[in-house]
Nanobody, 128 residues
Framework: EVQLVESGGGLVQPGGSLRLSCTAS????????IGWLRQAPGKEREVVSH?????????????YYADSVKGRFTISRDNAKNMAYLQMDSLKSEDTAVYSC????????????????WGQGTQVTVSS
């Protein structure tokens, strides 16, 4: 059974940092792109960032960031541990949302419908 479990959310003040973790099981982790999606109350789900599978031809991971988080968020993955991470710095109130990690076979996936499985999510609240 494919499972993705997020952790690391919480309440943080504006300007603070959080590190989200995604633990994956039930599939060959390094064959898939992993994305972080978020959904704020009353808003549509959006893709915040993704990191694609490790392609030996390029000897590098390819990452994507939404404009709203570029320069503040950093995505990474550890294929040996079947885990992905989202380091979130300089958090703003508009970053408040439920964050989920998700998997896709696409190397580039900037729309939520391109992901086929995601976890239950972890709440991130940025407030003073």
């Amino acid at each position: 059974e494919v499972q993705l479990v997020e952790s690391g959310g919480g309440l943080v003040q504006p300007g603070g940092s959080l590190r989200l973790s995604c633990t994956a099981s039930g599939f060959t982790f390094d064959d898939y792109t992993i994305g972080w999606l978020r959904q704020a109350p009353g808003k549509e789900r959006e893709v915040v960032s993704h990191i694609n599978f490790n392609d030996d031809r390029f000897h590098d991971d390819t990452t994507y960031y939404a404009d709203s988080v570029k320069g503040r968020f950093t995505i990474s993955r550890d294929n040996a541990k079947n885990m992905a991470y989202l380091q979130m710095d300089s958090l703003k109130s508009e970053d408040t949302a439920v964050y989920s990690c998700a998997m896709t076979s696409f190397s580039v996936a900037t729309q939520p419908y391109e992901y086929r499985t995601w976890g239950q999510g972890t709440q991130v609240t940025v407030s003073s």
